[in-house]
């Protein structure tokens, strides 16, 4: 059971005045436990210590924050098992799942570790003059982290921020907090000052307003919605404080003529159900060629209506429940809207008998271009799939949403490259869906935001480039 607490100062702690608000397990609706509503005062006192743990970790040396991450990611693969547990518990993807993201947490620390020691700088001569280029730590970072992944997303932000050299105030979504503050702790236990990380969970709005208000932080990072980033931006006019965003995708997948429809069809049910679909990189919109398309649709289908759903915790499940009563709501719902609409329902479409929110993986046909479900994310496991006369429509139509995260493109290489270069996204994967890597920067154009989480690219985001011009004294 998750207990109702902050972490500040290094330590755990209840909200001010005690108050939480209940958790519920996604497979049984049952009490899951409590997460703490911290207060103004204890937002306040989270600023307060990220403030003097940015003081004291700016000066610390590459080699000592290359320690720290390693050290945490060794404590958090000891905890693994712990963690995933509450993960499945809070959140009710698989524990398969949820095992595999804690190792993928531990391997964005690694990752960071090994850019903490990186000269991002230069440097070079002209005359009398020496001019330097150096990259200092931005300062105290505000985290805002969404519930789906509850420890890869604020290990994204969390470990480039502490290579860099910042202290970082994590804000998790209450519905899964635990992951965050268990690494807040394997960090502190590595070897990082208590004041440099904080984790407070409660109203997010009022949250928000008061981090962001604060002349405390000097970085916003988000991984959300989309009215959600805009209203970060517009929380951060005020003291413009740099934002990076990652806010959603509505990922198209473009078979191309002459791909293997029936091993497409397996590799993409895969990725469109794991974690119920709720990713927001998950492949969302189906584009195959019209002498393909029911072949695919019907072994999609045939892939989808073999999965396991059940308990995350479940030996053999492959599919958990939605995490929350909203997700089942808006999936009804997308469904409701294809069904009036015309569109042919080939598995699923209805939510699973019994206590919590399972709703059936799902293929439909035949869906008009009206429906909401080809603009809206369907962030749910629903896959439309969609024929098309030929490539240029094809990709017109994957183009022709707001979100541009993620693309997938199946087929024969040399056309997929061809077809790559003309995608309005930040992520391709071509007979590949494993976009989500350390090494490689993840984030998307257009309205999924902007910067870039992972690769090298990943530790700018929390850095500023500082110049300086020295004249040798007498020239």
Known sequence: MTEALLYV??????????????????ATGEAAGSAALATESDVDDALAAVARGFDAWRRSAPEERARVLTGAAALLRGRAEDVAR???????????????????????????????VRDLGRAWGEGDREFTVERRPIGPVAAFTAWNFPASLPARKMAPAVAAGCSILVKPAEEAPSAAIAMAQCLVEAGLPGDAVAVVTGDAPSIAAQVIGSRVIRKITLTGSIPVGRELVRLSAEHLQPLSLELGGHAPVIVLPGADIASAARTLAG????????????????FVPEADAEAFAAAFAETAAALTVGPGDAEGVEVGPLANARRLAAV????????????????????????????????????????????????????????????????????AVEQGLAAYIFGPEDAAREVAERLDVGMIGVN????????????????SGYGR??????????????????????S
């Open 453 to 474: 989480e992972g690769g090298t690219e990943g530790i700018g985001e929390y850095t500023v480039a500082v110049y300086t011009q020295v004249r040798k004294e007498g």
């Open 432 to 447: 590949s869906t494993a976009l989500a890597v350390a090494e490689a920067p993840f984030g998307g154009v257009k309205s």
């Open 9 to 26: 100062g290094g330590r755990l702690r209840a909200a001010a005045d005690g108050g939480a608000v209940p958790l519920h397990d996604p």
């Open 86 to 116: 509450a993960i499945t518990a809070e959140q009710g993807k698989p524990l398969g799942e949820a095992r595999a993201e804690i190792e993928q947490s531990a391997g964005y620390f690694d990752w960071f570790a090994r850019e903490a």
């Open 332 to 399: 009804e719902s997308l469904v409701a809207d294809l069904r009036e609409r015309g569109a042919r329902v080939l598995t699923g479409g209805h939510r699973l008998d019994g206590p919590g929110w399972f709703y059936a993986p799902t293929v439909v046909a035949d869906v008009p271009e009206d429906a909401r479900m080809l603009t809206e994310e369907p962030f749910g496991p629903v896959a439309p799939v969609l024929p098309y006369k030929n490539l240029d429509e094809a990709v017109a139509r994957a183009n």
């Open 271 to 286: 990725a469109k159900f794991r974690n119920a679909g709720q990713v927001c990189i998950s492949p969302t919109r189906f």
